[in-house]
């Protein structure tokens, strides 16, 4: 019997799906969404942070327990978080969905332009506004 998939909200790189299958992570269901009342920040990598006039951008998708915790398991990510939020889809729908973020918010002075610039790609790719 396979394990059922948990629907995570992904707003950095992991929104992309090819990176996922190279890391072994088997997406299902992707969809496309936005969490309103929340900004995307990026220090050395992304997080959300709550701000009541943004939309944060990215993609809903099915993974494994053992898939999430082999994302966020990884050197470097160990800070993120699981929340749920309420996600709304572009078909109209919304779903819950878990949501890992930093629970402190990068400085201002923080930057990683290798990373913002690969998330750009993405967000291009997959027709956001960046």
């Known amino acids: ?11 950095g790189l ?7 299958k190279s890391l072994g992570i088997k997406p299902q269901y992707p969809r496309v969404g ?7 920040r990026i220090g050395q990598r992304a997080t ?6 943004a939309r944060a951008y990215g993609m809903v998708m099915a993974l494994t327990q053992d898939e ?4 966020y398991g990884a050197p470097g990510l160990l800070d993120y978080q699981p929340e749920t939020v309420s996600v709304e ?3 109209g729908g919304t779903v819950a969905a878990l949501c890992y973020t930093l629970h402190q918010a990068p400085a201002p002075e923080e930057a990683n332009p290798d990373y913002a610039r690969r998330l750009r790609e993405v967000f291009r790719q997959l027709g956001f506004p960046t």
């Open 68 to 71: 999430l915790r082999q994302l």
């Open 34 to 40: 936005s969490v309103p009342g929340h900004a995307l």
């Open 48 to 53: 959300l942070v709550e701000d009541p006039q």
């Open 89 to 91: 889809l572009t078909d």
């Open 1 to 11: 019997m396979s394990e059922r998939g948990i629907d995570a909200f992904f707003y």
């Open 14 to 20: 992991f929104m992309d799906q090819t990176l996922l």
